[in-house]
Nanobody, 120 residues
């Protein structure tokens, strides 16, 4: 299984970006999916996780009301629509897939990361 994240870039504060994550080599609907982000020197933090069907999502408090996660199981793709971006959203964003719904600290698969930079 491979996860390929894309869509990062440079945006001004208040702007929007849409990230995508495509899963290949496996059955997408078998995996709960998530976005994490990491700033150099800090731990990788959960941004949002989304259930196998996409019916349930859990957002970090820092992004609630601004970010929206979705998935298209027919296209094996997960999305993250990021609105009202702030400089503190600057990070490398990683997508991840886990058959057990991220119930443990062990994650099945990680994508390679895509850099989001928000200028003030």
């Amino acid at each position: 299984v491979q996860l390929q994240a894309s869509g990062g870039g440079l945006v001004q504060a208040g702007g929007s970006l849409n990230l995508s994550c495509v899963l290949s080599g496996g059955t997408f609907r078998d995996y709960a999916m998530a976005w994490f982000r990491q700033v150099p020197g800090k731990e990788r933090d959960l941004v949002v996780r989304i259930s196998w069907s996409g019916d349930h999502t859990y957002y970090a408090d820092s992004v609630k009301g601004r970010f929206v996660a979705s998935r298209d199981n027919a296209q094996s793709t997960m999305y993250l629509q990021m609105n009202s971006l702030k400089p503190e959203d600057t990070a490398v964003y990683y997508c991840a897939g886990d058959r057990n719904g991220f119930r443990t600290s062990v994650v099945d698969y990680w994508g390679q990361g895509t850099l989001v930079t928000v200028s003030s």
